[in-house]
């Protein structure tokens, strides 16, 4: 199996935004993937009896949020928020067996999972966001595999063989950056309970000029 998905927000360079309230550029990618295997083989006689699964996948994700070079934001009552969020779950399960009455059995698992994550919120060079409120440039990555893997070979008289192969990379790269000459300015001045910003991994709002990256 090979998956490939993107998610993305982005603003171009030299872009003005003016808002009376908030400004939200929200990239987000919610992924699930379930896969399960099974291979059963069975003799009655003296013949082998073989049964094998093989498991491949190539899981890749692309999240980005974010604003060009040069551009001009203007929160006049509330925040400016560009955000990128990932939450990647996979579970793989693979099952083999074989028997035989009186013949050779072998029974085997081979798993292969390659993981690569990319989950990004930017600001360009030269950009200028002013917020009444805060600033927040939020990236967060949450992967969780498992990987399950067992084998049975059962022989009345003979030989019997079962093995287990489990091979993972995780790759993940969450990042969270304003660029070079960029001008942030957050008032602080709302008083309101949903003030601020809030981050994936904190549960308390923050005021002021945020940038988070969590993975």
């Known amino acids: 199996l090979v998956s490939r998905s993107a998610s993305k927000a982005l603003v171009g360079d ?12 929200l990239a987000e990618g919610d992924s699930k ?16 009896a073989v049964g094998a699964t093989v498991c491949i996948n190539v899981l890749l994700r692309d999240i980005e949020a974010s604003v060009g070079s040069y551009g001009t934001l203007t929160a006049q009552n509330g925040s400016i928020l560009i955000q990128a969020l990932e939450n ?16 050779t059995t072998v029974s085997g698992n081979i798993q292969v999972s390659y993981a690569q994550n990319d989950t990004t919120a930017t600001i360009g060079n ?17 992967s969780n595999i498992y990987l399950v893997a067992a084998n049975a070979s059962l022989s009345g008289g003979s030989t019997s063989i079962g093995g287990t192969t489990i091979t993972a990379v995780l790759l993940n790269h969450t990042e969270a950056s ?3 000459n960029v001008d942030l300015t957050a008032y602080a001045l709302n008083q309101a309970a949903d003030a601020g910003i809030r981050t994936p991994n904190r549960a308390e709002r923050r005021k002021g000029i945020v940038v988070s990256a969590t993975s």
């Not at 083999?96 to 009455?101: D, L, P, R, T």
């Not at 030269?126 to 949450?142: C, E, H, L, P, R």
């Open 88 to 103: 990647d779950w996979t579970l793989v399960i693979s099952v083999a067996g074989s028997a035989s009455s009186s013949g």
């Open 126 to 142: 030269n950009t200028k966001a002013t917020a009444y409120d805060s600033i927040g440039i939020v990236a967060d990555q949450q």
């Open 33 to 48: 993937l379930i896969t399960i295997l099974a291979a059963a083989s069975a003799n009655a006689g003296s013949k082998p």
């Open 14 to 25: 030299y872009a003005v935004l003016t808002a009376g309230d908030d400004i939200n550029i």
């Open 178 to 180: 304003a660029g070079n």
